[in-house]
């Protein structure tokens, strides 16, 4: 007897989860299962409210073998890797590392990746930097730089071509 997922009316599917797993058993030890629903990794989740499918459930999904759901879903794409659920789970499980999968098996899928979440990835990939150096107002309405705040230059990479290979080797590592 399989679970049915009553919104997609698809069946379990226990060889992508395995596969899940056996990605997650390279980073770290633990695997989904040990998970207990406890929550504490959504409590610490800044990304939380912008999650409808929040840390601890995607882990339930997991577990029940239903990744169709959140391969499919936007939400993948929001998380912000903090870390913070790893960091407050008392199982070491991070549904972070479960997410970097999910992204990895869409993108593998041919799905496609929301415009806002590309155009960060080009920006890192052109500059170095996931947005530009901005300057910031004060209170009596003057631009002020980093310079003027006594703050340090923020450093790009000093060999674009060789930067872009690298991200490039080790995104093709992680898929």
Known sequence: MTITDLTSMSGSQIDIKKEI??????L??????????????????EAHKLLELEP?????????????EMINSDDIWTCMSCFKCRERCPQK????EILFTLKNMAVAKGKQIPGTYTS?????????????????STSDN?????????????????DPARFQAMISKIAMEKV
């Open 21 to 26: 797993n056996e990605r997650l058993n390279k």
């Open 93 to 96: 499980i991070a549904p972070v």
């Open 120 to 136: 960060l990835l080009q920006s890192v990939l052109s500059t170095g930097l996931l947005q530009d150096i901005k300057s910031v």
């Open 28 to 45: 770290q030890n633990e695997v989904s299962e040990y998970c207990y629903q406890c929550a504490k990794c959504t409590s610490g989740c």
């Open 142 to 158: 003057k631009t002020k730089k980093r310079g003027d705040l006594c703050l340090p230059e923020i450093s790009k990479p000093k």
């Open 56 to 68: 601890h459930k995607i882990v339930a999904l997991l577990k029940r073998g239903l990744i169709d």
